[in-house]
């Protein structure tokens, strides 16, 4: 480069802007010239020293956005004054969107944008141009930032971001009453023309509301919306940019508007006058029936209550209100009957709970209707004329005595004849009967007053035609006993008097006290005294301390005596007060006691006087001693006696318990009845009568036993055998001890063979009884006796 040649950057800026519906752009140029002023000072030793200064201001480029022509928009020109034309320069584009959004001609340093720019996108995007040697890349020049802003145009309409919206509103409210505001929103510069200056207006909801074009505030434009008449509207609001002009975007949204209630509906009955019915059977606290005032208000403000204002039924008849279905529900206070009176009427209101002052102008908010109720008749159990009854009864009396009268009548029209009976469950033990048509009550038996001194039963009326007989009436009845004097008089406990050897005459040695089963009238006073038998005893008397008790009292001179007598039985007389008096006589027993000389008992047994006073220990020793060499000399006797098993007591060589007859003829076998005589063997105690005991002697002579004759030969054994025991059970010459009696027969008809040794050992036998050994222990000696021989045998040989 020359010496002193200066960079001159020239920045042409060419904007195209795009007419109204048209396509064709039309170029603007900006040109922005950069230039380095040369200055030549004079330094040392003649040098001239050259710095180089900007001459030049710019920073930004401006592009249309949303171009959509043909060709790339040329956003500007970059030209270096070093660039004398021949293309040895070389310029360079960097930064955001460098070389994808904007491409510069390294030639001629034109930029174009090759996209479709939208500022909503990106509002500005930030460069940097450099001039360099094309051939060594050297940089001719220090690099240049600079920006390019697009350029708004009014390509985005109004929004509105959070609709649709909802939005209530009280029914009757004044007229501007602000509802609620909405707010749109537009994408476009507001800071560059009309594009994002928004105008609001209503297209749908007039003439009950209006907005206001700049806030965007809906109000109210109409009075006295009624909710009743209508509560919901829908109202459509549009935004439109440009201020509104012509040619302006614009977006709508949908609002909805609830009116909320307000209590401006007072209660109304929908008709005047209401008929119920009541049955004279219903019990109080039933429901008789519902009425219902309409109020269109909602929620607490359509709450109703109900009350009873005046008529002939406010003391009968009473009124609620379901909270749920706000419904005046009449109920039964008082039982009603058909008999004495049949219709009532009541005059009920119906009022709001919760009033809005605003309108209470607007007339009272109550109602009222009248309410005709009719009593209707029906069957009705018969009614007791007393809701109990109290009876009394002597005791002991008859049975068919009166006891008392139950009555009750039929409250119905018709006055149906009643039936009376007794709840069995009451009368178990069936002491009491009644009259079915007279109601009358009479007992069955004598009553005892000291067994039960009250019954308790209850009497069922029912009507003798009933339609329904569950319809049934129920009294209790209590029945005294009345006590008369049937019970003598008792000691109160079981006494036992004593009284000392050394007793004094008139010394009191025991209080008595009576009870009377009866009633106070019939028992105390009691009197006491000896019985007419012994009015004169001689050791005690009685007598009465007229309070019921009585005091026993010593009679004898000089004391009394244990060896002699130490038991008295004292019989006494008591009587009570009853008319006419009972009296009864009970028996005191007395024992002689030793005591003391204070008086105090020491003992009551009988003591012999054998035994002198003050025995040395010396001679009690001897004594027990002496006691004990007897008693062992008698154990020592009963043993050598068990030893030698010889009885204690010494009788005749012959013994009933012996009494054992032995045969010693085996016979025959079962079929030989001709070997022995078979009376012998029915007969064992002989033919000359029994034989008699001989262990004691008797005390009468007993006649033969009846029974004891020869039974047949054909008499079978087991009959015998029972018949023998049965004699020996029940005779009263048998001993009182176990007695055995051994009957040899065999009996007759026996399939078995004979088991006789005898006849095994005097035969030549060829049986083998070696299989004995595998039948155990328990047939052991018998394998012993048979196999033991054979084995000698065996031996011998």
């Given at each position: 480069?020359?010496?002193?040649?200066?960079?001159?950057?020239?920045?042409?800026?060419?904007?195209?802007?795009?007419?109204?519906?048209?396509?064709?752009?039309?170029?603007?140029?900006?040109?922005?010239?950069?230039s380095?002023?040369?200055?030549?000072?004079k330094?040392?030793?003649?040098?001239?020293?050259?710095?180089?200064?900007?001459?030049?201001?710019?920073?930004q480029?401006?592009?249309?956005?949303?171009?959509?022509?043909?060709?790339?928009?040329?956003?500007?020109?970059?030209?270096?004054d070093?660039?004398?034309?021949?293309?040895?320069?070389?310029?360079?584009?960097?930064?955001?969107?460098?070389?994808?959004?904007?491409?510069?001609?390294?030639?001629t340093?034109?930029?174009h944008?090759?996209?479709?720019?939208d500022?909503?996108?990106?509002?500005?995007?930030?460069?940097t141009?450099?001039a360099?040697?094309?051939d060594?890349n050297?940089?001719?020049?220090?690099?240049s930032?600079?920006?390019?802003?697009?350029?708004?145009?009014?390509d985005n309409?109004?929004?509105?971001?959070?609709?649709p919206?909802?939005?209530?509103?009280?029914?009757?409210?004044?007229?501007?009453?602000?509802?609620?505001?909405?707010?749109?929103?537009?994408?476009?510069?507001?800071?560059?023309?009309?594009?994002?200056?928004?105008?609001?207006?209503?297209?749908?909801?007039?003439?009950?509301?209006?907005v206001?074009?700049?806030?965007?505030?809906?109000?109210?434009?109409?009075p006295?919306?009624?909710?009743?008449?209508?509560?919901?509207?829908?109202?459509?609001i549009?935004?439109?940019?440009?201020?509104?002009?012509?040619?302006?975007?614009s977006?709508?949204?949908?609002?909805?508007?609830?009116?909320?209630?307000?209590?401006?509906?007072?209660?109304k009955?929908p008709?005047?006058?209401y008929a119920?019915?009541?049955?004279e059977?219903?019990?109080?606290?039933?429901e008789?029936?519902?009425?219902?005032?309409?109020?269109?208000?909602?929620?607490?403000?359509?709450?109703?209550?109900?009350?009873v204002?005046e008529?002939?039924?406010?003391?009968?008849?009473?009124?609620?209100?379901?909270?749920?279905?706000?419904?005046?529900v009449l109920?039964l206070?008082?039982?009603?009957?058909?008999?004495?009176?049949?219709?009532?009427s009541?005059?009920?209101?119906?009022?709001?709970?919760?009033?809005?002052p605003r309108?209470?102008s607007?007339?009272?908010?109550?109602?009222?209707?009248?309410?005709?109720?009719?009593?209707?008749?029906?069957?009705?159990p018969?009614?007791?004329?007393s809701?109990?009854?109290?009876?009394?009864?002597?005791?002991?009396?008859?049975?068919?005595?009166?006891?008392?009268?139950?009555?009750?009548?039929?409250?119905d029209a018709?006055?149906?004849?009643?039936?009376?009976?007794?709840?069995?469950?009451?009368?178990?033990?069936?002491?009491?009967?009644?009259n079915l048509?007279?109601?009358i009550?009479?007992?069955?038996?004598?009553l005892?007053?000291?067994?039960?001194?009250w019954?308790n039963?209850s009497?069922?009326?029912?009507e003798?035609?009933?339609?329904?007989?569950?319809?049934?009436?129920?009294?209790?009845?209590?029945?005294?006993?009345?006590?008369?004097?049937?019970?003598?008089?008792?000691?109160?406990?079981?006494?036992?008097?004593?009284?000392?050897?050394?007793?004094?005459?008139?010394?009191?040695?025991?209080?008595?006290?009576?009870?009377?089963?009866?009633?106070?009238?019939?028992?105390?006073r009691?009197?006491?005294?000896l019985?007419?038998?012994?009015a004169?005893n001689p050791?005690?008397?009685?007598?009465?301390?007229?309070?019921?008790?009585?005091?026993?009292?010593?009679r004898?001179?000089?004391?009394?005596?244990?060896?002699?007598?130490?038991?008295?039985?004292l019989?006494?007389?008591i009587?009570?007060?009853?008319s006419?008096?009972?009296?009864s006589?009970?028996?005191?027993?007395?024992?002689?006691?030793?005591?003391?000389?204070?008086?105090?008992?020491?003992?009551?047994?009988?003591?012999p006087?054998?035994?002198?006073a003050?025995?040395?220990?010396?001679?009690?020793?001897?004594?027990?001693?002496?006691?004990?060499?007897?008693?062992?000399i008698?154990?020592?006797?009963?043993a050598?006696?068990?030893?030698?098993?010889?009885?204690?007591?010494v009788?005749?060589?012959e013994?009933?318990?012996?009494?054992?007859?032995?045969?010693?003829?085996e016979?025959?076998?079962?079929?030989?009845?001709?070997?022995?005589?078979?009376?012998t063997?029915?007969n064992p105690?002989?033919?000359?009568?029994?034989l008699?005991?001989?262990?004691?002697k008797?005390e009468?002579?007993?006649?033969a036993?009846?029974?004891?004759?020869?039974?047949?030969?054909?008499?079978?054994?087991?009959?015998?055998?029972?018949?023998?025991i049965?004699?020996?059970?029940?005779d009263?010459?048998?001993p009182?001890y176990?007695?055995i009696?051994?009957y040899?027969?065999?009996?007759?008809g026996?399939?078995?063979?004979?088991?006789?040794?005898?006849?095994?050992a005097?035969?030549?036998?060829?049986?083998?009884?070696?299989?004995?050994?595998s039948?155990?222990?328990?047939?052991?000696?018998?394998?012993?006796?048979?196999?033991?021989?054979d084995?000698a045998?065996?031996?011998?040989?």
């Amino acid at each position: 480069m020359r010496e002193g040649l200066g960079l001159l950057v020239f920045l042409l800026c060419l904007s195209v802007v795009i007419c109204s519906h048209a396509s064709v752009p039309v170029e603007r140029t900006h040109l922005r010239q950069l230039s380095h002023h040369r200055h030549r000072e004079k330094g040392k030793e003649g040098q001239v020293l050259h710095r180089s200064k900007r001459g030049w201001v710019w920073n930004q480029f401006f592009v249309i956005e949303e171009y959509t022509g043909p060709d790339p928009v040329l956003v500007g020109r970059l030209h270096s004054d070093v660039d004398s034309g021949e293309g040895k320069i070389k310029y360079i584009l960097s930064g955001e969107g460098a070389g994808t959004i904007f491409v510069i001609d390294d030639k001629t340093g034109n930029i174009h944008a090759t996209k479709t720019l939208d500022r909503e996108e990106r509002a500005q995007y930030t460069l940097t141009a450099q001039a360099v040697a094309r051939d060594t890349n050297k940089p001719l020049e220090p690099p240049s930032e600079f920006i390019v802003k697009v350029q708004d145009i009014n390509d985005n309409p109004p929004e509105f971001l959070h609709g649709p919206y909802h939005a209530m509103v009280s029914e009757m409210s004044n007229v501007g009453t602000s509802v609620m505001q909405v707010t749109a929103s537009d994408a476009d510069d507001p800071t560059y023309g009309n594009s994002a200056r928004l105008v609001y207006s209503i297209l749908e909801g007039q003439p009950y509301f209006s907005v206001e074009p700049h806030t965007g505030i809906i109000r109210t434009a109409l009075p006295n919306m009624d909710r009743e008449a209508k509560e919901e509207y829908n109202v459509v609001i549009q935004a439109k940019d440009m201020g509104g002009h012509m040619g302006g975007l614009s977006g709508t949204t949908k609002v909805t508007i609830t009116l909320t209630d307000v209590n401006d509906n007072p209660p109304k009955f929908p008709q005047s006058v209401y008929a119920m019915s009541v049955s004279e059977a219903s019990v109080p606290g039933e429901e008789v029936g519902r009425i219902k005032a309409k109020d269109p208000d909602m929620g607490e403000n359509g709450l109703i209550s109900y009350r009873v204002l005046e008529g002939d039924g406010a003391e009968v008849f009473e009124v609620t209100t379901d909270s749920q279905t706000q419904e005046g529900v009449l109920k039964l206070k008082k039982h009603v009957d058909f008999e004495t009176k049949r219709a009532y009427s009541l005059k009920v209101e119906a009022s709001n709970l919760i009033l809005d002052p605003r309108f209470l102008s607007w007339g009272p908010f109550k109602d009222t209707a009248m309410v005709k109720i009719t009593v209707e008749d029906a069957d009705e159990p018969p009614l007791f004329t007393s809701l109990g009854y109290i009876f009394e009864v002597q005791e002991n009396s008859p049975a068919n005595t009166v006891v008392g009268r139950v009555h009750a009548k039929d409250t119905d029209a018709a006055n149906s004849p009643i039936r009376y009976t007794i709840d069995q469950h009451t009368n178990l033990d069936r002491l009491f009967k009644i009259n079915l048509n007279e109601g009358i009550i009479q007992t069955t038996k004598p009553l005892d007053r000291e067994a039960m001194a009250w019954h308790n039963i209850s009497i069922i009326a029912s009507e003798a035609r009933a339609v329904d007989p569950r319809q049934e009436a129920k009294v209790h009845v209590a029945i005294k006993v009345l006590d008369i004097n049937d019970n003598p008089p008792e000691f109160a406990a079981q006494y036992e008097a004593f009284v000392c050897e050394n007793a004094k005459y008139g010394k009191l040695i025991h209080t008595i006290s009576a009870m009377d089963k009866d009633e106070t009238a019939n028992g105390p006073r009691f009197l006491f005294e000896l019985a007419q038998e012994v009015a004169n005893n001689p050791n005690f008397t009685v007598r009465d301390n007229r309070d019921s008790t009585a005091g026993i009292y010593v009679r004898r001179e000089g004391g009394f005596s244990r060896q002699k007598q130490d038991l008295y039985l004292l019989p006494i007389e008591i009587n009570d007060n009853g008319s006419p008096p009972l009296s009864s006589t009970n028996t005191l027993t007395i024992r002689v006691c030793g005591c003391d000389s204070e008086g105090t008992l020491q003992s009551c047994n009988v003591e012999p006087y054998i035994l002198p006073a003050g025995l040395s220990t010396g001679a009690l020793i001897a004594i027990l001693a002496c006691i004990v060499i007897l008693l062992l000399i008698v154990v020592l006797f009963v043993a050598l006696r068990r030893q030698k098993k010889e009885p204690l007591i010494v009788f005749e060589e012959e013994d009933v318990r012996e009494n054992i007859i032995t045969y010693d003829d085996e016979g025959g076998g079962e079929e030989d009845t001709e070997a022995f005589d078979i009376a012998t063997l029915q007969n064992p105690d002989g033919a000359n009568g029994f034989l008699p005991r001989k262990d004691i002697k008797p005390e009468q002579q007993y006649p033969a036993r009846p029974g004891l004759r020869p039974a047949p030969n054909s008499v079978d054994v087991d009959d015998f055998i029972k018949t023998r025991i049965s004699e020996a059970d029940y005779d009263p010459t048998a001993p009182p001890y176990d007695s055995i009696q051994i009957y040899g027969y065999e009996g007759r008809g026996s399939i078995a063979g004979s088991l006789s040794s005898l006849e095994s050992a005097t035969t030549d036998s060829d049986l083998d009884y070696d299989y004995l050994q595998s039948w155990g222990p328990r047939f052991k000696k018998l394998a012993d006796l048979y196999g033991s021989k054979d084995t000698a045998d065996n031996d011998d040989s």
